[in-house]
């Protein structure tokens, strides 16, 4: 982690008022996002979610997470496109894998599109390692695009 986003960035749960701005990053970041009601049925059924803040208090970024039975699930981790590159993402992905550790998991799981080079190098450096091919997971232009299924073994 840099000092910079040490400095700038702060890490907090996710609350239902933050899902308009949430809404608003996830939108300019995938071809195919998520509703807004997808994010408030994740908070309500009680999956953790985190964003990350700017000294303004502006959200900058998110992740959600499921645990269950020995497996955490990384559902969505993102970063508004002005704030990408400066480890934002590395700290909420941090913030999720310690909730894993809290929550006796086992293992974090997480999909990923082939094509995302940004995303596919970040969950190298942290460990993430790829464990099986999910055909056809993902909505794509040209039809569907297959998921990386990558795991981290965590140390309980
Ligand atoms: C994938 C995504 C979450 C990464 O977010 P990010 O905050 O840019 O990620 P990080 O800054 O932690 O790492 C990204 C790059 O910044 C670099 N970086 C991190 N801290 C840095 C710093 N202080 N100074 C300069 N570069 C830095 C990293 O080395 C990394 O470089 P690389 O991609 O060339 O390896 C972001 O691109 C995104 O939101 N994409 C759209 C949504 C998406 O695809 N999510 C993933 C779904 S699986």
């Not at 000092?3 to 890490?11: G, K, N, P, S, T």
Request: charged content about 25%; glycine content about 8%; hydrophobic content about 45%.
């Amino acid at each position: 982690m840099s000092a910079e986003v040490d400095q700038l960035i702060r890490v907090r749960g996710m609350r239902a008022r933050d899902v308009p701005a949430v809404l608003a990053i996830e939108q300019v970041s995938y071809g195919y996002p998520w509703s807004e009601r997808i994010f408030r049925d994740c908070l309500r059924v009680g999956y953790r979610g985190w964003v990350a803040t700017d000294l303004n208090e502006a959200v900058v970024g998110y992740g959600l997470l499921s645990v269950a039975v020995g497996e955490a699930h990384v559902l969505n981790l993102c970063v508004a496109p002005d704030w990408r590159g400066r480890g934002i993402a590395a700290l909420v992905l941090e913030a999720m894998i310690t909730q894993a550790v809290a929550e006796r998991a086992e293992t974090v799981l997480l999909e990923v599109r082939p094509s995302n080079r940004s995303a596919r190098r970040l969950y190298k450096r942290r460990g993430f390692k790829r464990i099986a091919t999910r055909p056809g997971y993902y909505p794509a232009a040209d039809g569907r695009e297959d998921a990386l299924l990558l795991a981290l073994e965590l140390d309980i």
